[in-house]
């Protein structure tokens, strides 16, 4: 009986000496996984700085592509990029926040090309007109963007679109439709071209009326410039057959099948004749 609880006690001690042993190793396998990765923390963190740090990843070097409007030293201003820079610091959301800034800007991305290039690729607006509003004029992209006051140092030579606020408000459908006549009239290779037109009018009743530089106001409507665009060159040529083709005109093309061509209410050279004054097609 003595026997037995002897080897009973025994077993004990020895299954708590084995499970003590089975504890101070797996403590002692945390302690070491703790270490390693410290170690391996510290390493990390001392190659991260060594490399921001580093000499060799200065920016030595930053190119700018896609200039047309801007100059390469305006977009290195307005990123605030330097020769003391860590190519691999730069924060690139914020350099593309700071030169998006600028209202010329549609859209900048960052690359490096290591170990020392920057490069900037941005994306300017392609100006198509400018607008009214109130005594001030703006500029309009592609997009239909009206993106900035047009100042002295920007281009001059634009068509002008009028009449599409009305009581400070823009008219978006009359703004889309005189967009799509902006591209008809940019690809078109007979008159009127964008070049010879001066005036882009935007009215509720008569839709688009374009002025072109040579007198001609051309009532267009709100749809198919195109097809009606078409129709002016055979009208053209029968308004110089006719001598009519004289002075400031009036043509509405907004029925293709019956155009109305009258003379403008601007004052016509002397000498003109009376009856000259309207017909139709």
Request: aromatic content about 6%; glycine content about 6%; charged content about 25%.
């Amino acid at each position: 009986m003595k026997r037995a609880f002897t080897r009973k006690l025994e077993a004990k001690k020895y299954r708590l000496k084995r499970r003590s042993r089975t504890i101070f190793v797996d403590i002692f396998r945390s302690i070491l996984l703790i270490v390693v990765i410290l170690l391996t923390g510290a390493v990390l963190i001392f190659a991260f700085n060594f490399t921001i740090s580093a000499p060799c990843f200065r920016v030595r070097e930053t190119v700018v592509r896609g200039c047309r409007e801007l100059t390469e030293k305006e977009v290195l201003l307005l990123g605030l990029v330097s020769s003391s820079q860590n190519l691999l610091a730069l924060n690139e959301k914020a350099l593309e926040r700071r030169i998006s800034a600028n209202p010329w800007i549609k859209s900048v991305s960052i690359g490096r090309e290591l170990p020392g290039r920057l490069v900037v690729q941005i994306q300017e607006r392609s100006v198509i007109a400018a607008i009214r509003q109130g005594s001030n004029l703006y500029l309009m992209d592609q997009e239909g963007v009206i993106f900035k006051k047009l100042d002295k140092n920007d281009e001059s030579d634009l068509p002008v679109l009028t009449g599409f606020y009305q009581e400070g408000k823009l008219n978006e459908l009359l703004l889309k439709n005189a967009r799509t006549l902006i591209n008809d009239l940019s690809s078109s290779k007979y008159f009127p071209t964008i070049d010879s037109v001066s005036e882009i009018q935007g009215n509720e009743v008569l839709g688009i009326s374009v002025f072109t530089d040579n007198g001609l106001c051309l009532v267009l409507g709100v749809d198919d410039y195109g097809t009606k665009l078409q129709r002016l060159s055979p009208i053209l040529e029968d308004l110089e057959r006719r001598q009519l083709k004289e002075g400031f005109l009036r043509i509405d093309l907004r029925n293709p099948l019956k155009v109305t061509v009258s003379k403008r209410n601007i004052p016509a050279p002397r000498g003109l004749s009376d009856s000259r004054q309207e017909y139709k097609t």
